[in-house]
């Protein structure tokens, strides 16, 4: 049975990782779905084989003008709006301790991460609102539970923000029938983390607390979204969803 038939759902950074992943499994199972994305680049052969079904539109999510410009499409295109998937992120390679993280580099994380994530809450909740409902699922991450192994104040700051910003809004917004949830996962192999994953050094530092022993996969988070997206979850609203491995539960990993 298809658990997303006749939504509408818009999937930020739709175009790589986690959210890409979730617009592939959110059209398997039936949804219409815009991914909004920066670089739209790899959903070439998605559009052809969902044709109809699928809408690519370029997005600054840090850009008021251009989230407002997103949702006038998928308002103009589909009237309404049931899922807003926010998944789009950044953690760039200069993002490390206090002292050493340049200004541009925090201002640049907050943007994006945090306050991207706000606006197209912002613009997002009036189509909902309008379409009886909805759900919206928000990427946050384990570090907004725990420091990381290696510094990367920023990122982590931004994701500390989009856990409490969740709960926020999913108080604002329970008895008007849209549920607000966010999702942690653990570390993902996705290009976000390419560059950390590729010194094997720093990717031996991240796998020794993973008592599962190994990275997750952008499908399990797509799968985990899906759970939040769709009706089975119809009683979670203010949820954080570890998807981790088991990370925030060790105290020591296994041998
Ligand atoms: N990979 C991990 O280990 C991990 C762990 C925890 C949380 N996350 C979070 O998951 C989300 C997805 O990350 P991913 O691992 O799939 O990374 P990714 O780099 O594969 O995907 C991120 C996407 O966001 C898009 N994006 C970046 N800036 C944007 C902007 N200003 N406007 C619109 N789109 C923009 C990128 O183009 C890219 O397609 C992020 O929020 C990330 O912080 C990832």
Redesign the pocket.
Known sequence: MSRLSNKIAVI?????????SAVELFLEEGAKVIA????LEKTGQIATKYEGRFTGVE????DSKSVKAMFDTVENKFGSLDILFN?????PGDDGGVLDTPESTWDQVQN??LK?LWLCCKNGIPLMLRSGGGSIIN????VSFVGAATAQVA?TAS?GGVLALTREIAVEYARKNIRVNSI?????E????KELLSDEQRRQRRLVHIPMGRFGK?EEIAKAALFLASDDSSFVTGASLLVDGGITAAYVTPE
Do not use: E, M
């Not at 930020?12 to 890409?20: N, R, Y």
């Not at 942690?184 to 993902?188: D, H, L, R, Y």
């Open positions: 930020t950074g739709g175009g790589s990782g986690i959210g890409f909004a994305d920066i670089n997005v600054d999510v840090s998944c789009a992120g950044i953690f994006i991460n991207g990427v946050a991450s384990f990122y994701k942690c996962p653990g570390p993902i996705t290009p976000l983390l952008s």
